[in-house]
């Protein structure tokens, strides 16, 4: 069997062992084992192409931003941050039809660029954000359903841990794919908005909702300039730390996760919201994030140099070439792979397994690495709202407390969300300016 024959042979196996239940990463380094052990006939040859996997991996600096974003991100969590910028999105939104959908998305924006993890915004929303919309009559689909398609914008906006795995395989700067995420994480929030506005409007019954007060513990309904800068300081303090550093150029994107980490620390125990034990856990927690990424990163970085071996890259540049394909039948392709394999995969997977065979053809076409990362993200979010996997979608529902909400209420509530983002994502791949005119 041919090196290219087992390259083919070993994406069908891949995917079939990942449709069986077997842990992702387990999948990609077995079977990237067994096929270089194939093509070349001599096991010293995969045992050395994965040593040097993993010394590459763990030798990379830039690995070092993901567990210290992951870190900075479970003490936002723990020091109650969402919810202060839910309460504000909230008073700002109030008044307006579809008001706490609106603010929902606002506040999952905002917390994006701290915590930089659709994950942590499902779960964090869910908690705040489900329960006060259940509570003034918003129906259960558009509740969990705007929490879901908000939770997205973790993965775009910057700090997001995406982006650094995207920067890492592509050996592009962490920084310039921060800067290139915050237009595009812009304009997906507003047309999130926009989309709740018009469904207000057309479709009431589907979001439902009545007007409603602040939901906010204060006894007056228009709180002073005190408690929005309580609730708001040290939300722009991490901002301000992180971003701004970096976009500053004061420091790399490894200082800043240190940075954002101990900000976050010192404004968990300001607020007395971090115990020794809830420190602990963080850590532990941050842990287990940083092990399973690296694990993944390690696998994926194997099975991209099996697939080098194999020369399966090459032959599928060559095949694209003969078929003459434009840049618009090249990227219709290469999204409907995105969709398709976001139905059955995390977005970090889909990165490591499509983008390695993907990037000799991107290269050659001379697009801008930068901006297909921001076009690969946000494609493989999509998955995140899509049955079967739709890991929003299982987060949030292993978050509620709500028997009378469904899985499929879930899927059906995200489905316009999911569908929104298709369309910005048309319009990012149209004009990639909106993209790169910052960098």
């Known amino acids: 069997m041919g090196g290219v024959e087992v390259g083919i042979l070993s994406i069908v196996v891949i995917v079939a062992l990942i449709y069986a239940g077997v842990y992702i990463p387990v999948a990609l380094g077995l079977v990237s084992f ?10 010293q040859m995969p045992v050395s192409l994965l040593a040097q996997a993993t010394a590459d991996a763990v030798s990379d600096q830039v690995f070092a931003t993901i567990p210290l974003f992951a870190l900075m991100g479970l003490i936002v969590g723990q020091a109650g941050l969402g919810k202060d910028v839910y309460d504000v999105a909230n008073v700002v939104f109030r008044k307006v039809r579809g008001g706490l959908g609106i603010a929902t998305v606002a506040a ?3 917390f994006a660029a701290i915590t930089g993890s659709s994950i942590a915004s499902a779960s964090v929303f869910t908690r705040i954000s489900v329960p006060e919309m259940r509570r003034y009559e918003y129906t259960k689909r558009f509740s969990v359903g705007v929490v879901a398609g908000s939770s997205v914008l973790g993965m775009l906006i910057p700090p997001s841990a995406m982006l650094i795995i995207y920067a890492i395989v592509t050996e592009q700067s962490v920084g310039h794919m921060f800067i290139a995420g915050i237009i595009p994480g812009i304009i997906l929030a507003i047309a999130y908005i926009v989309l709740i506005l018009a469904m207000a409007y057309l479709t009431p019954r589907f979001i439902g909702g ?5 939901s906010i513990e204060e006894p007056s309904d228009e709180p002073g300039i005190a408690w929005f800068a309580a609730k708001l300081l040290p939300v722009a303090a991490l901002v301000i730390v992180v971003l701004g550093g970096i976009y500053g150029g004061v420091v790399t994107a490894v200082e800043a996760g240190a940075a954002g980490s101990a900000v976050a620390i010192i404004i968990a125990l300001l607020k007395r919201s971090m115990t020794w034990r809830g420190l602990w856990e963080v850590l532990t927690e941050t ?10 990163i390690i696998t994926a970085s194997m099975y991209s140099r099996m697939l080098g071996v194999a020369a399966l890259p090459t032959m599928f540049g060559e095949w694209m070439q003969d078929l003459d394909m434009g840049f618009v039948a090249v990227m219709a392709l290469y999204v409907i792979m995105l969709i398709f394999l976001g139905t059955i995969l995390d977005t970090a997977s889909i990165i490591l397994i499509v983008v390695p065979l993907f990037l000799p053809m991107v290269e050659e076409l001379g697009m801008h690495l930068v901006w297909f990362g921001i076009v690969t993200v946000v494609g493989a979010e999509i ?5 079967p996997l739709g890991i929003s979608c299982f987060a949030i529902k292993s978050t509620l407390n709500d028997p009378s909400i469904s899985l499929a209420d879930i899927f059906i509530g995200a489905f316009p969300f999911a569908v929104t983002m298709l369309f910005v994502l048309i319009l990012l791949i149209a004009y990639p300016a909106l993209s790169l005119i910052l960098i």
């Open 383 to 387: 998955g995140l709202l899509t049955p």
């Open 108 to 110: 999952n924006a905002v």
């Open 34 to 43: 067994i096929g270089v052990w194939i093509i070349r006939e001599d096991i």
């Open 210 to 214: 009545t007007a409603q007060p602040t």
């Open 287 to 296: 842990g287990y994030i940083t092990a399973a990424i690296l694990f993944l």
